[in-house]
């Protein structure tokens, strides 16, 4: 089923949680929605699911007008954020709920109801696990079963919450690479809301960067990773060092700083801002150096560091500790930076300002 969202916003009081939110989802995509805490990821899936309304815009899937649809009647398979199973039920019958709660006219037979659990358990690999309750399991477990009963119903469309957050690293990548598999198998269009980007890059064909209610980027790993469309973004995917620099023909100068491996860009000249990786920035001993190191510090695999230009400008370097320059505190240093986003400052309007036409010349 493809999902249409246009111009959707929603407030709750004063605060505007979803600011105009445009979405297409194709029929058996999956895509993540990849934001910091309080984005409004959470606000999206559950007007999607039918459990808030927004204020404006539209939704609808397969063509079919949902907001006109109660929750019960869009056939939604949900794993929400804080998973939460029926605890006085066994998996057998959590799986199976969604079933046996449909309205008798659509309610399958007793034993369609037990095939469909019994089917459900053995794909998601839990089967001997059927008659225990939710506190005998562990987590990952857990979020099988949760998956199983978002499932059991056949899903048009399914909405995944974080449904791996309270799980540690080593299962969560497992958990990652069976969800893609479930998916593959099942083909519903899918949703899944994470703020671990690897989880999304990972695993989604597309990924919907959400900042404060607004759509940021769209795009895939690649994409988003090296071309992101906004500050907000490049910050996000963790270009941290952000920098003053001028643009002049398409290329960027700054004092101290090497930026001969970027590209030419397609910019105007003037003042701008660079955003880089820490990762991307190689620090080498020039005695001329304008930047001086501050800090050093080693992971083991990797040297850290920051370093202060003279005008107060401060930048991070990340580098392998093996074959990296012999560096020492208060040295001078040179930076090159090897990748970067660069956005244009706003440009201040220097035209004559357009003054409001008197009232009887407006008329
Ligand atoms: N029922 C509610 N009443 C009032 N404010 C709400 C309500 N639900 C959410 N909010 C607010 O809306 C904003 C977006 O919340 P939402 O849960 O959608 O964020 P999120 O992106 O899912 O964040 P997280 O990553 O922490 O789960 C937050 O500022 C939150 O406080
Ligand atoms: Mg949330």
Redesign the pocket.
């Known amino acids: 089923m493809s999902i249409t969202i246009a111009g959707m916003t929603k407030r ?2 004063r ?1 505007e ?1 979803l600011r105009g939110i445009d979405l297409d989802v194709a029929d058996g995509e999956l895509v993540a929605l990849l ?10 899936l559950k007007i999607i699911a039918g459990l808030e309304w927004p204020d404006a815009g539209r939704l609808s899937v397969a063509g079919q007008d949902w907001l006109q649809l109660a929750a019960r009647d869009r056939r939604i398979g949900f794993v929400f ?1 804080h998973y939460a199973l029926f605890p006085h039920m066994s998996v057998r019958d959590n799986i199976a709920f969604g079933l046996t709660v449909r309205p008798r006219a659509d309610r399958p037979a007793k034993a369609q109801i037990a095939a469909r659990a019994d089917e459900l358990m053995a794909f998601l690999q839990i089967d001997h696990l059927a008659d225990r309750f939710p506190a005998q399991l562990s987590g990952g477990q857990r979020q099988r079963v949760a998956l199983g009963r978002a499932l059991a119903i056949k899903p048009r469309v399914l909405l995944l ?2 449904p791996f957050g309270a799980l540690d690293a080593a299962i969560r990548r497992d958990l990652r690479r069976w969800l893609r598999g479930v998916h593959e198998a099942t083909g519903s269009t899918t949703i899944f ?1 994470t ?1 671990d980007q690897e989880e999304a890059f990972e695993l989604a064909d597309r990924v919907v960067v ?1 900042g404060q ?1 607004r759509i940021e980027q769209i795009g895939h790993a690649d994409q988003i990773h090296d071309h992101p469309a906004t500050p907000f973004v490049a910050r996000f995917m963790g270009a941290t060092v952000e920098l003053p620099v001028v643009l002049a023909s398409g290329r960027a100068a700054a004092p101290g700083l090497d930026l001969t491996a970027l590209p030419r860009r397609a910019l105007p000249d003037g003042t701008a801002r660079l955003f880089a990786r820490p990762a991307d920035i190689r620090a080498m001993p020039d005695p001329a150096g304008v930047w001086h190191v501050t800090s050093l510090a080693s992971t083991g695999a990797e040297l850290r560091l920051t370093a202060t230009r003279a005008d107060g400008a401060e930048a991070e370097a990340q580098m392998p500790r093996r074959g990296a320059p012999a560096l020492t505190k208060g040295a001078p240093i040179a930076l090159r930076v090897e990748a970067a986003a660069i956005f244009p400052d706003a440009r201040r309007d220097t035209a004559t300002p357009v003054l409001p036409l008197p009232k009887e010349i407006a008329r």
């Open positions: 709750f009081d605060t949680v934001g910091p805490s309080g984005s409004g990821k959470t606000t999206l954020q919450d974080e809301v703020h959400m209610g």
